[in-house]
């Protein structure tokens, strides 16, 4: 993790402005914005670098530069900054009871409104997960913008937050800010100054990865481990299959997708048997005009089946095999007329493959 200075020493990359930078746009698009309740996205605490002492709000005048060149930002003054990633930069306050952190999302084309509801949404709830006492006080909701405000308990604190989305061109930028409740309304004034200094240039990154952050998902059953995009929306399904469970990841545009599905046969599975009630699965979940084009069995025990549905303009690759008494079935699949854009993310998902 590189350690960043401000304003001394940002990373390894720091730019002092001379009034104007090329390919860089203040406003990604016009925002009008009304106000809807629903969950958002905390920062991570940092644990402070040096010992706490007067809390800062004010603003660098050296703006910081992201590795990846997609923006420019001037981050509070004096705060410990450091680099995860090109794609991410966490602050923290010297005295502990503010954060900041900065990520981008390269989603490979710029997302409808809706589109980026939903990127905003599954962000949302993966990092919310198991939060206490969590609360959404607030959202706002223009076009290409989503700001949400929340309030949580950290021990016998309150937290509160504020998540910000916004797109521009094939990014999504995602700032989100954080204190302790005693000191938000001071923390509040900078953050405002905070996202009114970037600069940004979604053009950088055009040619990175898609969908870059990802968490580890274990299968029902801790059957086996893969990495999924955290922009991705979940879906749980109970009822389509008997004795099954389906859960599901979709892309924001719902082009593309990752699906598991666990099967409790409740006696020792055979092989006769899981081959049959694969191929009866995959037939009942995406239609009669399901065909396999390609069967072939891999050197750790499974299966792979590349199949498509002509109908419905929709291909798949699926990995089965057994443990026991249940049976589990690894899908990624997409419409045809997106699979070169989502191909890439796919293949990262599934060369994930793991075991608990």
Not at 57 to 62: A, D, M, R, V
Not at 198 to 227: E, H
Request: glycine residues 6%; negative net charge.
């Amino acid at each position: 993790m590189n350690k960043i200075t401000i304003p001394v020493t940002i990373g390894l990359v720091l730019l002092i402005f001379a009034g104007c930078s090329t390919g860089f746009s203040v406003n990604p698009d016009p925002v009008e914005e009304t106000s809807v309740l629903a969950e958002t996205l905390p920062v991570t605490t940092l644990t402070p670098a040096i010992t706490p002492t007067v809390n800062s709000f004010t603003l660098s005048p050296q703006p910081y530069q992201s590795p990846s060149g997609a923006y420019e930002i001037n981050l509070p003054q004096n705060w410990n900054c450091s680099e995860s990633s090109p794609y991410r930069v966490d602050c923290q306050s010297p005295d502990g009871l503010s954060a900041m952190n900065i990520r981008l999302i390269h989603t490979g084309m710029r997302l409808s409104q809706p589109e980026l509801l939903n990127l905003a949404d599954a962000e949302i709830n993966f990092t919310h997960a198991g939060k206490r006492a969590f609360n959404e006080d607030d959202r706002l909701i223009g076009d290409g913008v989503l700001t949400a405000q929340s309030s949580w308990m950290d021990g016998e604190s309150t937290w509160i937050g504020e998540d910000h989305f916004v797109r521009s061109e094939s990014v999504v930028y995602l700032f989100s800010f954080t204190s302790i409740q005693d000191v938000w309304s001071d923390y509040e004034k900078l953050v405002d100054k905070i996202k009114e200094s970037t600069r940004f240039d979604p053009t950088a990154i055009s040619g990175d990865p898609l969908y870059a952050s990802s968490f580890q998902y274990t299968a029902p059953d801790s059957l086996f481990t893969i990495d999924v995009p955290t922009s991705w929306t979940k879906f749980l399904d109970t009822a389509s299959i008997q004795k099954s469970q389906v859960e599901q990841f979709f892309s924001p545009d719902r082009r593309a997708s990752i699906q598991t599905l666990v099967y409790r046969h409740g006696a020792l599975i055979k092989q006769e048997f899981k081959a049959t009630k694969t191929l009866e699965i995959l037939r009942a979940l995406y239609g009669s005009g399901f065909r396999v084009s390609h069967d072939k069995a891999l050197p750790d025990g499974r299966e792979r089946l590349a199949w498509y549905v002509e109908s419905k303009e929709l291909s798949g690759v699926s990995f089965f095999d057994s443990w026991g008494g249940s049976l589990y079935i690894f899908t990624v699949l997409w419409d045809d007329e997106y699979q070169p854009l989502y191909q890439p993310v796919l293949d990262r998902v599934v060369e994930s493959f793991g075991f608990p």
